[in-house]
């Protein structure tokens, strides 16, 4: 057979057990036996390992079951549910203790009470309480919004419908994870890869009758919303959880010190394969709810809590080959790809080398055997070479000097921070003139935190690259829909699904439209620095023409890199033209000052030397938090440098001469009527 008969056959064997996966997953109406459904899922993945170049995203060995319908509307949390840092090492947990201190500006000694949860590896899920009942139960979603799936939440026996303790809060959302023992998981591991998959297509069944069926559980560990909650302590939270009827970890702990967060981690890592329920790490969270408060969040994650992930997970492998791949900000990423090994449950076939250096370090060949560490589920990379069985024919792997997508130079840049050469090699081209940059820079643009268009991910934009159809960011606003509706694998319906999911996001904010242009060095919490500093994209856009740079210094926040980023930027004039085109399409949210007027509005503040009792950051947190704005250089716009022990020279020295107001740390505290 040739490869456009066997491309057929592959095709065919997809669209059938998509079907098969559709009458069952959605219909609850399985069309054949598990016997012929099994023999047909290993007919695919046998034709996948011997043919390398099928593919689809929708084999049985990149999904399992089907796609959940879109039956269940939306809903914004009340309380955004954050995602957790991660800790590895005991390195990593000294490090997180040490900027809550410097935070909260205490010494060394001070001592931190933990609370210490094992961290279940299910599914995340909100549920609200009025007056006692349970009204409300919304998935994590992306955190901000997710989906509404109360009546399946239901059927759980672990979720109390009515509470009727008198100190339960008038108004509050529960939070937990929902999840499947690996005892019940026994009698449905046929059906699905893990427990934490089965209790993802339990809980997204469309008849509760269905979910009902499937043994799902319970546990609670903290809250979002609340009001009447009269608790201030996590563990004592814990504990009122479980005298209000929901289950809670009989794991977890309030433990002080380093030391001893590691040694429970141990204890619970050795009884970790006893557990009836799979865990993936421990959750330390700061005990007392007061410091909760003051520390806050930083981006997405909560300053006040990190996930201690359990050891990794090894194994032994033979490398294949080695690619490059690039990255939207042309950055040379060597791939290893190896006899496909499972780890941890997952087939891993790739493996990251991380850099030329690395390459080097660790004398990486082409043929060699090594073990492969998948840590913390992130991305797997080699660990280590067995050169015991290394081949005489091996030879080393030369990193490329040309980029192999469009042959412009490759290049290690000197970083002016650290005073070193960069260990990471990249193209030297700018803009989209590299295809490959091109197609990463398309698929950060649509991106969760980005444009977040639905049924346009990474896949499709490949697709649509191949064919021609998209280029620029501007070109997934002019699709050819026509074309597309003649496409394999599309429809009428898919085909308006996209178009309306296109065009529900031409609106959206300044902030998520700089991050979604992937500047070098531009994250989400840099965008909306730069976007509070611009307000409009007008003023945003003409940055091109009116060349001041130095002016974005004064934004706390950003430094030089940055700076250099952003001019290199809008100093190429493909960029520009994205920008015009982009312009002329979308609408661009102004970004709309706080409604709250703070006594501190419209003044801006600069602190030097070191402060009492108080960090600079809780000390920027309190001028944000009452309007006022900080800057990073003493200029006309400061209206007050607030100064500490040992004050810099010349910051003082400058403030005078432009007659700006000086004052003390306890003179900041008195126009926020508090003391130090």
């Given at each position: 057979?040739?490869?456009?008969?066997?491309?057929?056959?592959?095709?065919?064997?997809?669209?059938?057990?998509n079907?098969?996966?559709?009458?069952?997953?959605?219909?609850?109406?399985?069309?054949?036996?598990?016997?012929?459904?099994?023999?047909?899922?290993?007919?695919?993945?046998n034709?996948?390992?011997?043919?390398?170049?099928?593919?689809?995203?929708?084999?049985?060995?990149?999904?399992v079951?089907?796609?959940?319908?879109?039956?269940?509307?939306?809903?914004?949390?009340?309380?955004?549910?954050?995602?957790?840092?991660?800790?590895?090492?005991?390195?990593?947990?000294?490090?997180?203790?040490?900027?809550?201190?410097?935070?909260?500006?205490?010494?060394?000694?001070?001592?931190?009470?933990?609370?210490?949860?094992?961290?279940?590896?299910?599914?995340?899920?909100?549920?609200?309480?009025?007056?006692?009942?349970?009204?409300?139960?919304?998935?994590?979603?992306?955190?901000?919004?997710?989906?509404?799936?109360?009546?399946?939440?239901?059927?759980?026996?672990?979720?109390?419908?009515?509470?009727?303790?008198?100190?339960?809060p008038?108004?509050?959302?529960?939070?937990?994870?929902?999840?499947?023992?690996?005892?019940?998981?026994?009698?449905l591991?046929?059906?699905?890869?893990?427990?934490?998959?089965?209790?993802?297509?339990?809980?997204?069944?469309?008849?509760?009758?269905?979910?009902?069926?499937?043994?799902?559980?319970?546990?609670?560990?903290?809250?979002?919303?609340?009001?009447?909650?009269?608790?201030?302590?996590?563990?004592?939270?814990?504990?009122?959880?479980?005298?209000?009827?929901?289950?809670?970890?009989?794991?977890?702990?309030?433990?002080s010190?380093?030391?001893?967060?590691?040694?429970n981690?141990?204890e619970v890592?050795?009884q970790?394969?006893?557990?009836?329920?799979?865990?993936?790490?421990?959750?330390?969270?700061?005990?007392?709810?007061d410091?909760?408060?003051?520390?806050?969040?930083?981006?997405?994650?909560?300053?006040?809590?990190?996930a201690?992930?359990?050891?990794?997970?090894?194994?032994?492998?033979?490398?294949?080959?080695i690619?490059?791949?690039?990255?939207?900000?042309?950055?040379?990423?060597?791939?290893?790809k190896?006899?496909?090994?499972?780890?941890?449950?997952?087939?891993?076939?790739?493996?990251?080398l991380?850099?030329?250096?690395?390459?080097?370090?660790?004398?990486?060949?082409?043929?060699?055997t090594?073990?492969?560490?998948?840590?913390?589920?992130?991305?797997p990379?080699i660990?280590s070479?067995?050169?015991?069985?290394?081949?005489?024919?091996?030879?080393?792997?030369?990193?490329?000097?040309?980029?192999?997508?469009?042959?412009?130079?490759?290049?290690?840049?000197?970083?002016?921070?650290?005073k070193?050469?960069?260990?990471?090699?990249?193209c030297?081209?700018?803009?989209?003139?590299?295809?490959?940059?091109?197609?990463?820079?398309?698929?950060?643009?649509?991106?969760?935190?980005?444009?977040?268009?639905?049924g346009?991910?990474?896949?499709?934009?490949?697709?649509?690259?191949?064919?021609?159809?998209?280029?620029?960011?501007?070109d997934?606003?002019?699709?050819?829909?026509?074309?597309?509706?003649?496409?394999?694998?599309?429809?009428?319906?898919?085909?308006?699904?996209?178009?309306?999911?296109?065009?529900q996001?031409?609106?959206?904010s300044?902030?998520?439209?700089?991050f979604?242009?992937?500047?070098r060095?531009?994250?989400?919490?840099?965008?909306?620095?730069l976007?509070?500093?611009?307000?409009?994209f007008?003023?945003?856009?003409?940055?091109?023409?009116i060349?001041?740079?130095?002016?974005?210094?004064?934004?706390?926040?950003i430094?030089?890199t940055?700076?250099?980023?952003?001019?290199?930027?809008?100093?190429n004039?493909?960029?520009?033209?994205?920008?015009?085109?982009?312009?002329?399409?979308?609408?661009?949210?102004?970004?709309?000052?706080?409604?709250?007027?703070?006594?501190?509005?419209?003044?801006?503040?600069?602190?030097?030397?070191?402060?009492n009792?108080?960090?600079?950051?809780?000390?920027?947190?309190?001028i944000?938090?009452?309007?006022?704005?900080?800057?990073s250089?003493v200029?006309?716009?400061?209206?007050?440098?607030?100064?500490?022990?040992?004050?810099?020279?010349?910051?003082?020295e400058t403030?005078?001469?432009?007659k700006?107001?000086?004052?003390s740390?306890?003179?900041?505290?008195?126009?926020l009527?508090?003391?130090?």
């Amino acid at each position: 057979m040739n490869k456009k008969d066997i491309n057929n056959i592959y095709k065919k064997k997809i669209q059938l057990i998509n079907e098969y996966n559709n009458l069952y997953y959605n219909n609850s109406n399985p069309k054949v036996t598990d016997q012929e459904y099994d023999n047909l899922k290993i007919e695919i993945i046998n034709l996948e390992k011997k043919y390398k170049f099928l593919k689809s995203k929708n084999s049985p060995s990149k999904i399992v079951g089907s796609k959940p319908l879109k039956n269940f509307k939306k809903d914004f949390h009340r309380v955004p549910m954050l995602s957790l840092a991660n800790a590895f090492t005991e390195d990593d947990l000294l490090n997180f203790e040490k900027k809550i201190l410097n935070f909260l500006s205490k010494d060394k000694n001070y001592k931190i009470s933990y609370s210490a949860e094992p961290k279940i590896d299910g599914i995340s899920a909100s549920l609200t309480y009025i007056n006692g009942k349970f009204e409300r139960g919304l998935s994590r979603g992306d955190g901000k919004e997710g989906e509404d799936i109360t009546l399946n939440l239901a059927t759980i026996k672990d979720i109390p419908k009515k509470v009727l303790d008198k100190d339960f809060p008038k108004d509050i959302d529960i939070r937990g994870e929902v999840f499947i023992k690996n005892s019940d998981f026994e009698n449905l591991k046929e059906k699905f890869a893990n427990p934490r998959n089965a209790a993802s297509g339990s809980l997204r069944q469309k008849n509760p009758e269905d979910t009902k069926k499937i043994p799902l559980n319970f546990i609670a560990y903290t809250f979002g919303f609340e009001q009447g909650l009269n608790q201030n302590k996590q563990s004592g939270y814990l504990k009122k959880l479980y005298e209000w009827g929901f289950k809670t970890n009989p794991l977890n702990k309030t433990i002080s010190g380093i030391k001893n967060l590691i040694q429970n981690y141990n204890e619970v890592e050795q009884q970790r394969a006893n557990l009836d329920f799979d865990i993936d790490g421990i959750v330390y969270k700061i005990d007392n709810f007061d410091l909760q408060k003051r520390l806050g969040n930083v981006a997405n994650a909560p300053r006040w809590a990190i996930a201690h992930k359990f050891s990794s997970n090894k194994a032994i492998s033979k490398i294949l080959d080695i690619d490059i791949q690039i990255g939207r900000t042309g950055a040379l990423t060597p791939v290893a790809k190896i006899k496909p090994i499972n780890i941890g449950g997952v087939l891993v076939s790739n493996a990251t080398l991380h850099n030329e250096d690395e390459i080097k370090r660790k004398d990486i060949r082409v043929g060699d055997t090594v073990t492969v560490e998948r840590a913390g589920d992130v991305i797997p990379h080699i660990l280590s070479v067995d050169l015991k069985k290394r081949s005489k024919s091996s030879s080393k792997f030369i990193f490329p000097n040309k980029c192999p997508s469009c042959g412009s130079k490759t290049v290690k840049e000197f970083n002016k921070v650290t005073k070193k050469i960069d260990a990471v090699r990249r193209c030297s081209s700018e803009g989209y003139y590299c295809d490959k940059i091109s197609i990463e820079k398309l698929k950060h643009f649509v991106s969760k935190e980005a444009f977040n268009i639905d049924g346009l991910g990474k896949k499709i934009i490949e697709g649509f690259w191949k064919l021609k159809l998209i280029k620029f960011p501007q070109d997934i606003f002019n699709l050819d829909y026509q074309k597309i509706e003649k496409l394999e694998g599309w429809g009428s319906l898919s085909v308006e699904n996209l178009m309306y999911s296109i065009n529900q996001k031409k609106n959206i904010s300044l902030e998520r439209f700089i991050f979604a242009l992937g500047i070098r060095h531009i994250g989400l919490e840099n965008a909306k620095l730069l976007s509070k500093h611009f307000i409009s994209f007008s003023k945003f856009k003409n940055l091109s023409k009116i060349n001041n740079y130095d002016d974005l210094l004064n934004i706390d926040g950003i430094g030089e890199t940055q700076v250099s980023s952003i001019k290199n930027f809008f100093a190429n004039e493909l960029n520009v033209k994205v920008l015009d085109e982009l312009g002329k399409i979308l609408v661009i949210k102004n970004v709309i000052a706080m409604q709250k007027k703070g006594i501190l509005q419209n003044k801006s503040f600069l602190v030097t030397g070191k402060l009492n009792g108080i960090s600079r950051a809780e000390v920027k947190s309190l001028i944000e938090e009452n309007s006022g704005v900080t800057v990073s250089s003493v200029s006309k716009k400061l209206n007050f440098l607030i100064i500490g022990e040992k004050p810099t020279r010349r910051k003082v020295e400058t403030a005078k001469e432009l007659k700006i107001k000086i004052i003390s740390q306890n003179e900041f505290l008195k126009m926020l009527n508090k003391t130090s």
